[in-house]
């Protein structure tokens, strides 16, 4: 015997199916106009990351301030066996060299030079002089500290970082707090807004850490 289809049941399937193929095609529409695109994100940002902005100005020092921050812990790291101190120097390795990078990253975003003549702290408003002692922005240690440090061994090189690293953060929490007072990107303000919290978080430990060692930040 033949088995006999049923012509208003497959017509039934398919308008079901297509029925389903419009709904999804009519919620990607909806999607994709409701949801900005990429491209008119990055140019919104671009245009507050102008050439003398803020958010120019905050990404180059900072980037500038994190890395001796690094370089310092990168010497500590390797003048002691102290595993608190270790521990902390790691920890600013990774932060700042990451955020860091971002901040690199963003400037390339924004079709911005890595580098200016102005000079640093100029989007702060108190312009920094050189002072021909290695230290470009308050905070940062002399070129004689740093060759200090990597002459330290032990307790010594403990100490010293740990006094070097909270004057740098002190300095740091400042430019962070005019970065994300006077920043017109929400990018530049909430990791301004995080490094205030973590590296006063950091100071504290510091303190906490000298005062273990008889010595004072």
Known sequence: MTAVTNPFSS?????????????????????MVGRPSSASSSARAAQSAAEGSADAGFARDMAIHHQQAVEMSFIVRDRTEDEDVRRLAYDIINTQANQRGMMLGWLEQWGLPKSSAEPPMTWMGHTMKPTGDGSLMPGMATTAELKELKAAEGKAAEVLFLQLMTVHHRAGVDMARAGAEKAGTDVIRNLAKGMVNGQESEIGLMATMLKARGAQP
Do not use: E, S
């Open 11 to 31: 017509t039934r399937r398919m308008v079901l199916a297509g029925a389903v193929v419009l709904l999804l095609a009519v919620g990607l529409v909806a999607l």
